[in-house]
T-cell receptor, first 115, second 113 residues
Framework: GAVVSQHPSWVICKSGTSVKIECRSLDFQATTMFWYRQFPKQSLMLMATSNEGSKATYEQGVEKDKFLINHASLTLSTLTVTSAHPEDSSFYIC???????????FGSGTQLSVL | GDSVTQMEGPVTLSEEAFLTINCTYTATGYPSLFWYVQYPGEGLQLLLKATKADDKGSNKGFEATYRKETTSFHLEKGSVQVSDSAVYFC????????????FGKGTKLTVNP
């Protein structure tokens, strides 16, 4: 099946620094990618939807200036957590939609810990 | 808004035991329902789905039936294996064809030999 590669798997950073997470579709073109966040013992929550070549659409309550999403190609989307703080520590997962139909493929997630 | 309530884990079973993971939902209209599985170190994978009431999704010995009257989509397997150890997520997609998924919190299953 289709593969979505997400890197890094885990990252520890100091408060105030920025962290970039990459999500790549390895063997298909993804016109739409989704970014989710999961806090401990909470549901996976959709943060934003990104379409190749256009601005991301953010869910209510997600700061677009803090969580920068770039979807410059059909195989790569990046999420940058700017000026990270301990409350941003979470598990971030990306998913990609195949251009035909709506089947979703997920990355393995990134555990972010902000000290 | 739409929501999914999923049985809290973790769940620990012995091999060949019967598995049920409860999932109920709140949504308007007729959502599509899904179970995803995440094996250690891997991304979420679609396990099974049902798109209308009374549909039964099945895959790898797992089953779930879309019950509109009880707004439920419980996951079952008659005899679990060690290889079924994973985190299971119940999810829904609202009526209208949007690609947006609403997830439950996930249930971690550990199967011991």
């Amino acid at each position: 099946g289709a593969v979505v590669s997400q890197h890094p798997s885990w990252v520890i950073c100091k408060s105030g620094t920025s962290v970039k997470i990459e999500c790549r579709s390895l063997d298909f073109q993804a016109t739409t990618m989704f970014w989710y966040r999961q806090f401990p013992k909470q549901s996976l929550m959709l943060m934003a939807t990104s379409n190749e070549g256009s601005k991301a659409t953010y869910e209510q309550g997600v700061e677009k200036d803090k969580f920068l999403i770039n979807h410059a190609s059909l195989t790569l989307s990046t999420l940058t957590v700017t000026s990270a703080h301990p409350e941003d520590s979470s598990f971030y997962i990306c998913s990609a939609a195949v251009s035909t139909g709506m089947k979703l493929f997920f990355g393995s997630g990134t555990q972010l810990s902000v000290l | 808004g739409d929501s999914v309530t999923q049985m809290e884990g973790p769940v620990t079973l012995s091999e060949e035991a019967f598995l049920t993971i409860n999932c109920t939902y709140t949504a308007t209209g007729y959502p599509s329902l899904f179970w995803y599985v995440q094996y250690p170190g891997e991304g979420l994978q679609l396990l099974l789905k049902a798109t209308k009431a009374d549909d039964k999704g099945s895959n790898k010995g797992f089953e779930a039936t879309y019950r509109k009257e009880t707004t439920s989509f419980h996951l079952e397997k008659g005899s679990v294996q060690v290889s079924d150890s994973a985190v299971y997520f119940c999810a829904l997609r609202g009526q209208g064809g949007s690609e947006k998924l609403v997830f439950g919190k996930g249930t971690k299953l550990t199967v011991n030999p």
